[in-house]
């Protein structure tokens, strides 16, 4: 199993531009998730999923969109990059029956300018 | 909010034990209580969780106090690759609740 991948590793964006952050799991966890991480602090929740066709806000769902059209991928879109929105980004799943940990994966380094 | 408090840093010397705290004063009946640590900018890692009784695996062990509103992770021999931020969450198992992460202790080991 590859587990949670996430491309792309490293990305910059101008102020106003539109990206996709990918993230992809093989291990058929019904519950995933997105967390930003700016410098020096926790994690904090942005949207979530707990199966296909069903997604809902975090803690910090402004200027984020994400749709799960499948169980194995759960992209989120930056519609159009603040400078606010510099963060490193991590994507977790986990299934949702039974008492599971949450598996993460590397994290995507994003800088808008 | 988190549900959970923890120190913002902790320091412990190499080879001893590191004893990280958390208090999860509003937890309900079926919450787990889970940790997590983030070692340098990586993805975090799952550590060790635990519903009431203590709990042991080959990382850590999770002590938890009877009325379970405040829990203890234990690193035994603390060595610089445990150098990391350690988070503390609580989690109703199977339920499509938010996961929060809290700012977590930086633990700091010390030659």
């Not at chain 2, 709990?55 to 234990?74: C, G, H, P, V, W």
Request: charged share 15%; glycine share 8%.
């Amino acid at each position: 199993n590859a587990g949670v991948t996430q491309t792309p590793k490293f990305q910059v964006l101008k102020t106003g531009q539109s990206m996709t952050l990918q993230c992809a799991q093989d291990m058929n966890h019904e519950y995933m998730s997105w967390y930003r991480q700016d410098p020096g602090m926790g994690l904090r929740l942005i949207h979530y999923s707990v199966g296909a066709g069903i997604t809902d806000q975090g803690e910090v769902p402004n200027g984020y969109n994400v749709s799960r059209s499948t169980t194995e991928d759960f992209p989120l879109r930056l519609l159009s990059a603040a400078p606010s929105q510099t963060s490193v980004y991590f994507c977790a799943s986990s299934p949702l029956a039974g008492n599971y940990e949450q598996y993460f994966g590397p994290g995507t380094r994003l800088t808008v300018t | 909010d988190a549900k959970t408090t923890q120190p913002p840093s902790m320091d412990c010397a190499e080879g001893r034990a590191a004893n990280l705290p958390c208090n999860h004063s509003t937890i309900s009946g079926n919450e787990y209580v889970y940790w997590y640590r983030q070692i340098h900018s990586q993805g975090p890692q799952y550590i060790i969780h635990g519903l009431k009784n203590n709990e042991t695996n080959e990382m850590a062990s999770l002590i938890i106090t009877e009325d379970r509103k405040s829990s203890t992770l234990i690193l035994p021999h603390a060595t610089l690759r445990d150098t990391a931020v350690y988070y503390c969450i609580v989690r109703v198992a199977g339920r499509d609740d938010k996961i929060i992460f809290g700012k977590g202790t930086r633990l700091h080991i010390l030659p």
